[in-house]
């Protein structure tokens, strides 16, 4: 399968009011990563992972290629009562996973409840009642890339301080959409 065919298997799936969340990841599953489908998304920077548009679902979801350069990662974060399935494409990504905190009005650490290592072409899945999580490249030599579904989209996450539990927020940008960097 190609990664077009993956996009309108997707649009057939979220064309239904109810969307089965195992039937999600078991066609995300079935595409087998090709660099030769996702390239002209993946933009890696020096300086931070960047998030690439690569289709927006008809407004139900949001497909976006995730590049990691050596050692870079994302902060502990929500996904704002959204669904996001995570597909490695290229090399391995470490998923930490948080509680939420027990008080927002107490400054507290956040409880770290497991930790994962996916490798490429492996699907993982969480939501808000899942908990938080912090995503990471931890190789010193290899980047990684990853395949995000958002259901519904969202513009806007928490991001949170895991030596004291506050949140913020913060807004989500692309570097790029459908293969061109934004301006």
């Given at each position: ?17 109810e ?8 066609v995300?599953e ?10 002209k998304?993946?933009?890696f920077?020096?300086?931070r ?6 289709d ?10 995730l ?28 998923e930490?996973?948080?509680a ?50 958002y ?22 940008t ?7 960097i934004?301006?």
């Amino acid at each position: 399968m190609k990664l077009e065919e993956l996009i309108e298997k997707l649009h057939a799936l979220f064309a239904e009011k109810e969307v089965n969340i195992d039937v999600v990841k078991h066609v995300m599953e079935s595409y087998e990563s090709n660099l030769d489908d996702w390239g002209k998304y993946a933009y890696f920077s020096p300086h931070r992972y960047t998030r690439n548009l690569v289709d927006r679902g008809n407004g139900k979801f949001n497909l976006i290629l995730l590049c990691w350069g050596e050692g870079q990662g994302s902060g502990v974060h929500d996904h704002s009562g959204s669904h996001c399935f995570m597909k490695i494409m290229e090399g391995q990504l470490k998923e930490t996973l948080f509680a939420w905190p027990h008080d927002p009005s107490v400054e507290e650490q956040l409880t770290e409840t497991a930790t994962n290592i996916y490798k490429n072409n492996e699907v993982t899945y969480i939501c808000d009642q899942i908990g938080l999580h912090r995503v990471e490249n931890e190789s010193h030599s290899n980047r990684a890339a990853s395949l995000h579904l958002y259901s519904p989209p969202f513009d806007i996450a928490q991001s949170f301080d895991q030596r004291t539990g506050k949140a913020f927020e913060c807004h989500v940008t692309f570097y790029s959409e459908n293969g061109e960097i934004s301006k």
